[in-house]
């Protein structure tokens, strides 16, 4: 639960980022966007592949401030070329599949430094994920997104139980079954939508208490 931490960061510096949002020119908006991303994503690396943690902490506030930035600067901006960020993206998500996979298999244990939020790829597989779907939106798509999204935070906080249930032995033992006997890819998909949906489901009756409403 991370975030939650990181969110109130966040929201403390939204001020900031709205004075300079409001009086920054477009380059310079993008400049700070590429800077601070660039040193989150080297700080990041060298931290993940080589134990050495750099001595700054920027990249933890503008690192993932820069998300905020970069939502901002692609929701106001015209982007040109959205095909080639579209295919970075699709590369940025293969670069995170096969270089986890060798970084891993050199270190003979899990690393997922390029599943990291400031890593390399990460921001430029989530900007075009965002610009995609700017440039494709929809009624349909706008009306799904806008009715989940009142149960956003209620999802968040409940969906750890859900992965844990359905991961846990004690399901195993009641149900003969667990998601962990499944193939890795159909344990993973099975696990996203059985999770996303009971988490749904749950944070809907959780906003129709009268004292945990305003939580979910």
Same mark, same amino acid.
């Given at each position: 639960?991370?975030?939650?931490?990181?969110?109130?960061?966040?929201?403390?510096?939204?001020?900031?980022?709205?004075?300079?949002?409001?009086?920054?020119?477009?380059?310079? #908006?993008?400049?700070?966007?590429?800077?601070?991303?660039?040193?989150?994503?080297?700080?990041?690396?060298?931290?993940? #592949?080589?134990?050495?943690?750099?001595?700054?902490?920027?990249?933890?506030?503008?690192?993932?401030?820069?998300?905020?930035?970069?939502?901002?600067?692609?929701?106001?901006?015209?982007?040109?070329?959205?095909?080639?960020?579209?295919?970075?993206?699709?590369? @940025?998500?293969?670069?995170?599949?096969?270089?986890?996979?060798?970084?891993?298999?050199? &270190?003979?244990?899990? +690393?997922?430094?390029?599943?990291?939020?400031?890593?390399? *790829?990460?921001?430029?597989?989530?900007?075009?994920?965002?610009?995609?779907?700017?440039?494709?939106?929809?009624?349909?798509?706008? +009306?799904?997104?806008?009715?989940?999204?009142?149960?956003?935070?209620? #999802?968040?906080? !409940?969906?750890?139980?859900? #992965?844990?249930?359905?991961?846990?032995?004690?399901?195993?033992?009641?149900?003969?079954?667990?998601? +962990? &006997?499944?193939? *890795?890819?159909?344990?993973?998909?099975? *696990?996203?939508?059985?999770?996303?949906?009971?988490?749904?489901?749950? @944070?809907?009756?959780?906003?129709? !208490?009268?004292?945990?409403?305003?939580?979910?």
């Amino acid at each position: 639960m991370w975030y939650l931490y990181a969110a109130i960061g966040l929201y403390l510096a939204l001020p900031l980022f709205r004075v300079f949002v409001r009086h920054a020119k477009r380059q310079e #908006i993008l400049y700070v966007i590429l800077v601070s991303f660039g040193i989150s994503a080297v700080a990041t690396t060298v931290d993940k #592949i080589y134990g050495i943690k750099a001595p700054v902490g920027f990249e933890y506030f503008l690192g993932y401030g820069s998300f905020l930035l970069l939502g901002y600067y692609m929701a106001k901006f015209e982007i040109k070329y959205s095909r080639l960020i579209y295919l970075m993206g699709a590369l @940025a998500i293969f670069v995170t599949i096969i270089g986890t996979w060798y970084v891993s298999s050199l &270190q003979n244990d899990l +690393n997922q430094v390029f599943y990291e939020y400031l890593s390399f *790829t990460t921001p430029i597989a989530a900007g075009a994920l965002f610009l995609y779907m700017k440039n494709h939106d929809s009624n349909k798509v706008s +009306n799904v997104i806008a009715k989940l999204s009142k149960y956003s935070f209620g #999802i968040y906080l !409940i969906h750890p139980i859900f #992965i844990d249930l359905l991961r846990s032995e004690e399901l195993e033992s009641l149900f003969n079954f667990s998601v +962990n &006997q499944l193939p *890795t890819l159909l344990n993973i998909l099975l *696990t996203l939508v059985l999770a996303t949906i009971f988490s749904i489901l749950i @944070a809907k009756l959780l906003s129709r !208490i009268p004292v945990l409403k305003k939580l979910v």
